[in-house]
């Protein structure tokens, strides 16, 4: 268990359809990332959130959207949902921003199924 | 841009074979490493990282990984595979220097079976 969670755990939609992947990061984590798996793609970096701050954007699309709370859990928008978008979603937290020898853990992730 | 490679897509191996699994990396600044195991079903655990120092660098469950600067390397090897070594391998690295924020960029992973 790395002290990372995600909910839901699996979530089942329809195409065009708007969901919300929730994360809470370790105790004492300022920073979150999202990250897509698929099978084509592999695992691709979306968004970073620091401190309730945008941080970093990776290859998101425009019909995601991210944010951090005050408490520091995150939230990962997706809106008109297509069949492609269905992917593992994973969110990392780790202690700061920035590369300095810092390491990120994974929560669970998400299992998004469109259909 | 940062990319990193990973060799072998699939490895077959025997219980008590030795591993090595392959990872290069293309950045010409400074990178971070890591190795991630993904177990059927699971999520990301970290299996060793390398921030600087020695190269050579030991894992959990016995794995270890070397940084070969000049070949842009940084391979995972365990002497004794076991069947619950089953599993998916990632690589990542992300850079040291102020072009990121440290966001990881993964391989495509190695597929890893391990026959009983």
């Known amino acids: 268990d790395s002290g990372v969670t995600q909910t839901p755990k699996h979530l089942i939609t329809a195409t065009g359809q708007r969901v919300t992947l929730r994360c809470s990061p370790r105790?004492?984590?300022?920073?979150v990332y999202w990250y897509q798996q698929s099978l084509d793609q592999g695992l691709q970096f979306l968004i970073q959130?620091?401190?309730?701050?945008?941080?970093a954007k990776g290859n998101i699309l425009e019909r995601f959207s991210a944010q951090q709370f005050p408490d520091l859990h995150s939230e990962l928008n997706l809106s008109s949902l297509e069949l492609g978008d269905s992917a593992l979603y994973f969110c990392?937290?780790?202690?700061?921003?920035?590369?300095?020898?810092?390491?990120?853990?994974f929560g669970p992730g998400t299992r998004l199924t469109v259909l | 841009a940062q990319s990193v490679s990973q060799h072998n897509h699939h490895v077959i191996l025997s219980e008590a074979a030795s591993l090595e699994l392959g990872c290069n990396y293309s950045?010409?600044?400074?990178?971070?490493l890591f190795w991630y195991v993904q177990y059927p079903g699971q999520h990301l655990q970290l299996l060793l990282k390398?921030?600087?120092?020695?190269?050579l660098v030991k894992g959990i469950k016995g794995f270890e990984a070397e940084f070969i600067k000049s070949k842009f390397s940084f391979n995972l090897r365990k002497p004794s595979v076991q069947w619950s070594d089953t599993a998916e391998y990632f690589c990542?690295?992300?850079?040291?220097?102020?072009?990121?924020?440290?966001?990881?960029?993964f391989g495509k992973g190695t597929k890893l079976s391990v026959k009983p």
């Open positions: 990542a690295v992300n850079a040291r220097d102020g072009g990121s924020q440290g966001n990881l960029i």
């Open positions: 390398y921030f600087s120092g020695d190269p």
């Open positions: 959130y620091y401190n309730g701050e945008e941080r």
């Open positions: 990392a937290s780790s202690a700061r921003t920035g590369p300095v020898g810092d390491t990120q853990y």
């Open positions: 105790s004492g984590d300022l920073s």
């Open positions: 950045y010409g600044g400074t990178v971070n």
